[in-house]
Every structure is written in C-alpha cells, then in structure tokens.
C-alpha cells in the first residue's frame, strides 16, 4: 500500500526564518504535487514535479523531487505571514506505475504551517 | 473559463436522510475525481469516473456510497442513510485527460 508521509505535521515560524517541508512516498509514482489549502478552502496547486533531479520555484517557495530516494522538499525562504496554510504533497499513482487505468492522487497528511509576525 | 463548480457548498443531513453532491467539471474536461477529507486529515481518493463509465472506484465504501456522470449535467456523489461518521468536505477534481486534476471549493457536509 503507497504511504505518503509529511514532516513536520505542525510547523510555527517566525516571519523572514527558512523552513523545509519533507514528504516521503513509499513506491515510484508518475508525479508528485504540491497543493496549499487554507482555512475551509479548497487546493490550490503549487507545483507539480516530474521528473528526478526536478526544481520549481515561485516566490518564496521552492519544491524539488528526488526520484530514487522518494523525497520531495518545499523550501520556504523568508517566510510572510500570508504564507499561513496547510501544504499538502500528493503523489500520482498512474498508467506508468499503477499499470491499470486510473490516476488517482494519494495525499500526504499536510503540514500546518503558522507564520508568526 | 468557469472553474470546477461544486453544490452545494454546505449541506445539513440529519441520520438516515440521503445527500446528494454535485460536480460540473470545466468546460473541455471528461474525467473526474471525488476525494473525501475528513476533519484535520488529508484527502482520500474516493472515485474516478468518465463520462457514463466508473474507471476506479477503489476508495469508495462498499455500501451505501455510489457516484455517477452521465453523459449530460454533473457528476454526482450520492450518499445514503447518513451516518454522523460521514460528516466530512468532498472534493471534486476534474482534468481533460488524465492530467492535472484541478479542485473545486467542495461541499461541506454535516450529518446532525
């Protein structure tokens, strides 16, 4: 069964600080996304990554995917307070791995993250 | 372009009535997704549906639960006799072609 696991589950951090979200998946996948939620919202896609070795940055976050070692990153650089949400990773479970015919997206258990001024 | 639209946005059962959710994927787009997410957890994958045909359904329970998309009008997610264990936001996702699900604003439901 694919796990998909995210660290910290709660991040506090004070604004202009640089964190790392870490999301760890447990088999290959076709692609790896990065969602944002806020408050009784919905998601918002980030960035969807590829490839190994792949880097995309907007703004103040940064996210990357390491194939072989089933680990993707997003970096928050000089944290603001409107940065204030629930990021979530999701690994896409495909025809290039799951073989059948679905696309599923299996989400991580997001990292609640409080920018404190 | 009208994004993923969802009703309705909120919805109150008591237990045992039945809920009815509703998706209109974007315009161009015939695959879409249901996920459910419960309070202070991720999504779980629930269905994915094309038009008329359920490809996976893995993530649905066994009863009560059932999803359809008919050729015309939205997608729907019914859930019958209402447990307070269902009490949860649903997501719909839709994409064009099994690429990038994109997200509507979900449905709220409350089971009293």
């Known amino acids: 069964e694919l796990k998909v696991e995210q660290n910290p589950l709660f991040l506090s951090m004070q604004e202009g600080k640089n964190y790392t979200i870490y999301c760890n998946y447990s088999t290959t996948s076709d692609r790896l996304y990065w969602y944002r939620q806020d408050p009784g919202k919905s998601l918002e896609s980030l960035f969807v990554?590829?490839?190994?070795?792949a880097v995309k940055q907007e703004g103040r976050l940064m996210a990357s995917l390491d194939t072989k070692a089933r680990l993707s990153t997003l970096h928050i650089t000089a944290a603001v307070h409107d940065l204030s949400a629930t990021y979530f990773c999701?690994?896409?479970?495909?025809?290039?791995?799951?073989?059948?015919?679905?696309?599923?997206?299996?989400f991580g258990t997001g990292t609640l993250l409080a920018v404190q001024p | 372009n009208a994004g993923v639209m969802q009703n309705p946005r909120h919805l109150v059962r008591r237990r045992g009535q039945e809920a009815r959710l509703r998706c209109s994927p974007m315009?161009?787009?015939?695959?879409v997704y249901w996920y459910r997410q419960l309070p202070e957890e991720g999504l779980k994958f629930m269905v994915y549906l094309q038009k008329e045909n359920i490809i996976d359904e893995s993530g649905m329970p066994k009863e009560r639960f059932s999803a359809e998309f008919p050729k015309e009008g939205p997608s729907i997610l019914r859930i019958q006799q209402v447990v307070r264990g269902d009490s949860a936001a649903y997501f719909c996702a839709s994409s064009p072609m099994r690429n990038i699900q994109y997200f509507g604003a979900g449905t709220r439901l409350s089971v009293l």
């Open positions: 999701a690994v896409e479970l495909g025809r290039q791995t799951y073989g059948g015919a679905t696309n599923k997206l299996i």
């Open positions: 315009k161009g787009h015939s695959h």
């Open positions: 990554l590829l490839s190994n070795g």
